[in-house]
Structures are given as structure tokens and as C-alpha cells.
């Protein structure tokens, strides 16, 4: 599966309120595997769900349709590269490697700003 939250985050249709952090205009952002959404999902489906994501802001990016060129453009980049027609070609083509310390760092929560943390989950410059 394709973890896209983060990505639909940043948007305009968002459900969520700008907000201006660090001079910066970001949009509130939790994982589906937050404290957050694990409360919400106990109090809705009575389920006891353990927290596996994080919860803070990310970027804001805009309007969804002014992203989707280069997104489609990037996803069209990668079916190229393994020869893939069509997304059932892809799944069937495609390789996955670990190729370097970076990928271990992109599997933990990237890009977005925790306030209060001490870990560094960003690559945004915050000019502290």
C-alpha cells in the first residue's frame, strides 16, 4: 500500500486550518496510527488500537489539482524506469532495495514539525 496521508495533509481540501508556525504557513497532520486517531477510533468503533504515529503540522502545499502535474509526473518517472505500462505492471516489476542509510531515515516520520520534540523529524529549515 501507498502511505498518503501526509501528502493530502498539506492541501486546500484538507479538512483542516492553516496555521502560521516559524513564519511558516502549515496544516495540523496526525497519522492514522497516532494517539489522536486511536481515540477517535476507540470512541467511535470501541476498539483499543495501539500508537504507532506521530502527530504535528506539516507544510502547506496549496490546491491538490496545482500539485497533481508533478506528482503524476513523478509516478509516470518511476513506471518508466521499470518498464511499467500500466500500475498492474508496476506492482508486478517493480524492485524494492534498500540502498542506504537514508532509506532507514524514511521509513520514520519525515517532513513534518513536532512541536515540543526533540527528535528531528524534519528536513524543513526553521531557521533555528
Known sequence: YVMMG??????????????TIHNRVMKPY???GS???REWKEARYHQMIFVEGVEGFVQYAGKLRDN?????????ASMSSVGAANIKELHEKAEL??????????G????IYLPGSENDYTS???GN
Open 108 to 111: 520514520k516520520p519525515h517532513d
Open 97 to 106: 532495495e534498500v540502498v542506504s542509510a537514508l532509506s532507514i531515515r524514511e
Open 68 to 76: 497533481l502535474p508533478e506528482t503524476l509526473s513523478k509516478i509516470k
Open 35 to 37: 494517539a489522536r486517531a
Open 6 to 19: 501526509r501528502y493530502f495533509a498539506r492541501m486546500d481540501e484538507s479538512p483542516t486550518e492553516k496555521v
Open 124 to 126: 524543513i529549515d526553521w
Open 30 to 32: 496526525w497519522g492514522e
